[in-house]
């Protein structure tokens, strides 16, 4: 039986809390764009294989089944070089502590 209504995402006051918020002044733009250079150097830090599952499941919207039949290896081979790519993210831009 499916849950109605409920979300996998947090909506609440802090649902923020531990990422960048969205800019509004030109200082803030500025400080976006830097850290979207952190973002692009951390994703460049990633192995080859992490980082074409990063870029085919962000960029391209793939699902992974779809990813995985791309890259010819199996689903969960997929689904972890996800999860080891976002664990090694999190933690060179600093958000270890952020849970998903």
Do not use: N
Request: aromatic share 4%.
């Amino acid at each position: 039986m499916a849950r109605a209504g409920l979300s996998r995402r947090w909506t609440g006051p802090d649902a923020t809390r531990g990422r960048p918020s969205r800019a509004s002044a030109p200082d803030d733009c500025v400080a976006d764009g830097e850290e979207q250079q952190r973002l692009l150097a951390a994703v460049a830090g990633l192995t080859q294989a992490q980082r074409e599952v990063v870029v085919l499941r962000l960029s391209a919207e793939l699902k992974f089944a779809e990813i995985a039949d791309l890259l010819h290896v199996p689903l969960g081979t997929a689904l972890s070089r996800m999860h080891a790519a976002v664990r090694q993210l999190r933690r060179e831009l600093g958000y270890v502590d952020v849970r998903w």
